[in-house]
């Protein structure tokens, strides 16, 4: 379970960062881009808390 | 730049090991200190500082030759002056200075750490309300701005300064974790905005955009009303822009629990992705803004993030300057609190956040924050330079290391007229000889360390020892 949502934080990022190279190769308009960065940003805050502090709170 | 995460916040909350050494089986490898970095030094005023370099007309050429070379020789700074120290005591910058300079000295120490806290955690309220105030179409400020523009301005600050506060207040643990989810994001979001307007400055392909970088994105022409800003501005800017964390020491506090001082090498993460990689990225996106904008004076980070990133932009600057204002808040709150143990956080905290959310409503603090971040580093170095001289020069020349503490006195006469003399150097080299700010730290330190000598020589009296000569305060834990 802990590995799925680990996966789903790293595809939020996946999602924040990879929409504005798309742009820049032409493949999609701005607007659906930052749609896209929207969508990982949400997929981000909800599944990374979930995870990392954990993870921080072991390490530290 | 800056102080917003993890580590930081929880080894500011642990208090196991404020006044004794960092007992070996605490101490952690180097791995540990690159994540803590790379999320502290990227922080709201990473959309400050690029942009400024912009508007203070930075060449490309000069901006990155001088942001390599000077973030190099920050991370030189932490590694071989903050970790070789912080190895050697394993104490915090605070305990060392305590028993070098005296408790009362401290304390006054703490009271300008406190001020400084504070308008940095300003310029942070400030940066955020830029954001904040985009859906209510919020005149915004402008680089020559000193006094608020508008009574929409002062109610988006008061209302942003009010939750910060508050926060700071009653949970900063909650803050503490969520700026260690937003940091990894925030990299995300620094660098994908930028990408994402390549195309709208005429950058289609790689090629393309040295030729813009020169022609379009850092002109070597200053704004309006701006100085000019050369390589050596730059180079020394990222050098010293952190010189209260590395010359001044107060990193010692994170480093001391590094299994070795090479760990100081560590802060290269933090250094190439938030002082090179954001400030470029920011610097990209505020060049745009004035493209389109006909080189409006308008200077505000959210509604530039807003456009280029659209709300997760916008929702970035408003993270990025809380994340580092609602920590820089609490420690005021903590440094203010350490004139009276007494007196309770929340309404100590309740006061530096009202004195903060005052000075916040002052455009100046964000557009003067290259300035700023300047003199901050400036004012806490002559300690980093009396931390060291104490450290490794002392016992050579015949004097006492830690002589607050060997002598029971509560102000160390040296420390303190060192401090006095060298800012009163550096003031005066900037009055009187035109030298800017960026550049005094530099001529500064070597005043301190000779002051220091002279200043100990004369102050010091002989002394019955009051801690055996070795002891965990004064040699290594550990062989390095």
């Given at each position: 379970?802990?590995?799925?949502?680990?996966?789903?934080?790293?595809?939020?990022?996946?999602?924040?960062?990879?929409?504005?190279f798309?742009?820049?190769?032409?493949?999609?308009?701005?607007?659906?881009?930052?749609?896209?960065?929207?969508?990982?940003?949400?997929?981000?805050?909800?599944?990374?808390?979930?995870?990392?502090?954990?993870?921080?709170?072991?390490?530290? | 730049?800056?102080?917003?995460?993890?580590?930081?916040?929880k080894?500011?909350?642990?208090?196991?090991?404020?006044?004794?050494?960092?007992?070996?089986?605490?101490?952690?490898?180097?791995?540990?200190?690159?994540?803590?970095?790379?999320g502290?030094?990227?922080?709201?005023?990473?959309?400050?500082?690029?942009?400024?370099?912009?508007?203070?007309?930075?060449?490309?050429?000069?901006?990155?030759?001088?942001l390599?070379i000077?973030?190099?020789?920050?991370?030189?700074?932490?590694?071989?002056?903050?970790?070789?120290?912080a190895?050697?005591?394993?104490?915090?910058?605070?305990?060392?200075?305590?028993?070098i300079?005296?408790?009362?000295?401290?304390?006054?120490?703490n009271?300008?750490?406190?001020?400084?806290?504070?308008?940095?955690?300003?310029?942070?309220?400030?940066?955020?309300?830029?954001?904040?105030?985009?859906?209510?179409?919020?005149?915004?400020?402008?680089?020559?701005?000193?006094?608020?523009?508008?009574?929409?301005?002062?109610?988006?600050?008061?209302?942003?300064?009010?939750i910060?506060?508050?926060?700071?207040?009653?949970?900063?643990?909650?803050?503490s974790?969520?700026?260690?989810?937003?940091?990894?994001?925030?990299?995300?979001?620094?660098?994908?905005?930028?990408?994402?307007?390549?195309?709208?400055?005429?950058?289609?392909?790689?090629?393309?955009?040295?030729?813009?970088?020169k022609?379009?994105?850092?002109?070597?022409?200053?704004?309006?009303?701006?100085?000019?800003?050369?390589?050596?501005?730059?180079?020394?800017?990222?050098?010293f822009?952190?010189?209260?964390?590395?010359?001044?020491?107060?990193?010692?506090?994170?480093?001391?629990?590094?299994?070795?001082?090479?760990?100081?090498?560590?802060?290269?993460?933090?250094?190439?992705?938030?002082h090179?990689?954001?400030?470029?990225?920011?610097?990209?996106?505020?060049?745009?803004?004035?493209?389109?904008?006909?080189?409006?004076?308008?200077?505000?980070?959210?509604?530039?993030?807003?456009?280029?990133?659209?709300?997760?932009?916008?929702?970035?600057?408003?993270?990025?300057?809380?994340?580092?204002?609602?920590?820089?808040?609490?420690?005021?709150?903590?440094?203010?609190?350490?004139?009276?143990?007494?007196?309770?956080?929340?309404?100590?905290?309740?006061?530096v956040?009202?004195?903060?959310t005052?000075?916040?409503?002052?455009?100046?603090?964000?557009?003067?924050?290259?300035?700023?971040?300047?003199l901050?580093?400036?004012?806490?170095?002559?300690?980093?330079?009396?931390?060291?001289?104490?450290?490794?020069?002392?016992?050579?020349?015949?004097?006492?290391?830690n002589?607050a503490?060997?002598?029971?006195?509560?102000?160390?006469?040296?420390?303190?007229?060192?401090?006095?003399?060298?800012?009163?150097?550096?003031?005066?080299?900037?009055?009187?000889?035109?030298?800017?700010?960026?550049?005094?730290?530099?001529?500064?330190?070597?005043?301190?360390?000779?002051?220091?000598?002279?200043?100990?020589?004369?102050?010091?009296?002989?002394?019955?020892?009051?801690?055996?000569?070795?002891?965990?305060?004064?040699?290594?834990?550990?062989?390095?």
């Open positions: 379970m802990k590995r799925l949502i680990i996966i789903t934080s790293i595809l939020g990022l996946i999602t924040t960062i990879v929409p504005p798309l742009v820049f190769t032409n493949q999609i308009d701005p607007s659906t881009s930052k749609t896209l960065m929207l969508i990982g940003t949400v997929v981000w805050f909800i599944s990374a808390p979930l995870w990392l502090n954990k993870k921080e709170q072991e390490s530290v | 730049m800056n102080k917003s995460t993890s580590l930081v916040a080894l500011n909350a642990i208090n196991e090991y404020e006044r004794q050494p960092i007992p070996e089986s605490k101490l952690k490898s180097w791995k540990k200190f690159i994540g803590t970095y790379a502290e030094h990227t922080a709201g005023t990473e959309f400050v500082l690029g942009p400024l370099f912009v508007a203070h007309g930075a060449s490309a050429i000069d901006l990155v030759t001088g390599l000077g973030n190099v020789l920050a991370v030189l700074s932490w590694a071989f002056f903050t970790g070789k120290i190895a050697k005591t394993r104490l915090t910058l605070y305990y060392q200075l305590e028993q300079a005296g408790s009362k000295f401290t304390l006054i120490y009271l300008v750490n406190a001020g400084l806290f504070c308008f940095l955690a300003g310029a942070m309220i400030a940066v955020s309300a830029t954001a904040v105030g985009i859906p209510f179409n919020l005149e915004m400020p402008t680089l020559t701005d000193i006094l608020p523009n508008s009574l929409g301005w002062i109610l988006t600050v008061f209302a942003i300064g009010a910060t506060t508050v926060v700071a207040m009653f949970g900063f643990e909650q803050v974790k969520f700026a260690n989810i937003a940091a990894p994001w925030m990299i995300m979001v620094f660098i994908a905005a930028a990408v994402g307007v390549l195309p709208r400055l005429g950058i289609n392909s790689l090629a393309d955009f040295w030729p813009v970088a022609n379009t994105i850092w002109t070597g022409v200053p704004l309006e009303g701006q100085s000019q800003f050369t390589f050596w501005h730059i180079t020394f800017f990222a050098w822009c952190n010189m209260a964390m590395h010359i001044g020491m107060a990193d010692m506090s994170i480093l001391r629990y590094a299994k070795k001082w090479t760990a100081g090498f560590s802060t290269a993460s933090g250094v190439f992705l938030g090179y990689i954001a400030w470029i990225a920011s610097g990209i996106l505020y060049s745009l803004f004035l493209l389109e904008s006909n080189n409006s004076l308008t200077f505000a980070p959210g509604p530039i993030a807003y456009e280029a990133a659209g709300i997760a932009g916008a929702v970035c600057v408003v993270i990025a300057g809380w994340t580092t204002a609602n920590p820089t808040l609490y420690r005021a709150g903590l440094a203010i609190q350490s004139i009276n143990p007494n007196w309770k956080t929340w309404k100590v905290t309740l006061f956040g009202l004195f903060t005052i000075a916040a409503c002052f455009p100046a603090l964000v557009m003067r924050l290259l300035e700023f971040v300047a901050y580093g400036l004012i806490l170095m002559p300690l980093g330079a009396v931390i060291f001289i104490d450290v490794y020069f002392m016992e050579r020349w015949g004097l006492v290391r002589y503490l060997e002598s029971g006195k509560k102000l160390n006469p040296a420390v303190a007229f060192t401090w006095i003399l060298t800012l009163g150097f550096c003031l005066a080299l900037n009055l009187f000889a035109d030298v800017e700010i960026f550049f005094l730290g530099l001529p500064g330190w070597f005043v301190a360390v000779i002051a220091y000598l002279i200043f100990s020589k004369l102050f010091q009296k002989p002394i019955v020892f009051k801690t055996q000569k070795v002891n965990l305060t004064s040699e290594p834990i550990l062989n390095h």
